[in-house]
Each structure stands twice: as C-alpha cells, then as structure tokens.
C-alpha cells in the first residue's frame, strides 16, 4: 500500500466538477484507491463516496492505493489535486 497527504488547493473544494474529473483519472488505474479525510474513508472510484466527504479548500486529505499500480496512482492523483484549481 502506497499513500500520500495532500491539501486541496481548489479554493472550493471538491465541489461536483472536480470531483467528476478525479474519478475518471482514478479510474484510469487498477489499483484500489481511497481518500481519507479526518478519519473517514471513501473509494477514489464513486462520486457519492467522494462527495460524502464534503472536502473543502485548504484541507488535507491522504491517498491510499493498493495494486499493481498502486505508485502510478498516488503520483497522479496527488498531481491533480496540487495543480488543479478551478
């Protein structure tokens, strides 16, 4: 297993656009991802789990992976969430 601590510079968080989009890039990947936000869990895969974690600007959140390409999936997906701002 593979995880890295992010903190989301969207200044709106994962509203439902961003979300969207780190869904289809999660789900470019094999491995199982997940998002942990204080302590609660939600697959990287589903909208709804996503959503259901109310992630704001400005807040931390960590990436697990665990697969075949579990390294792949952690660098990717912390990319998105650094540079993606809209």
């Known amino acids: 297993m593979t995880e890295n601590t992010v903190v989301i510079q969207n200044s709106t968080g994962l509203h439902a ?18 998002i942990v936000k204080d302590g609660r869990e939600a697959d990287a895969k589903s909208l709804l789990g996503v959503m259901s974690l109310a992630i704001k600007g400005n807040e931390s959140i960590t990436i697990r992976a665990e697969g075949e390409d ?4 952690i660098e990717a997906m912390t990319q998105f969430l650094e540079s993606h701002q809209e």
């Open 70 to 73: 579990e390294a792949a999936a």
């Open 17 to 34: 656009r961003p979300a969207a989009l780190l869904i289809q890039k999660a789900g470019s990947f094999k491995s199982s991802i997940k």
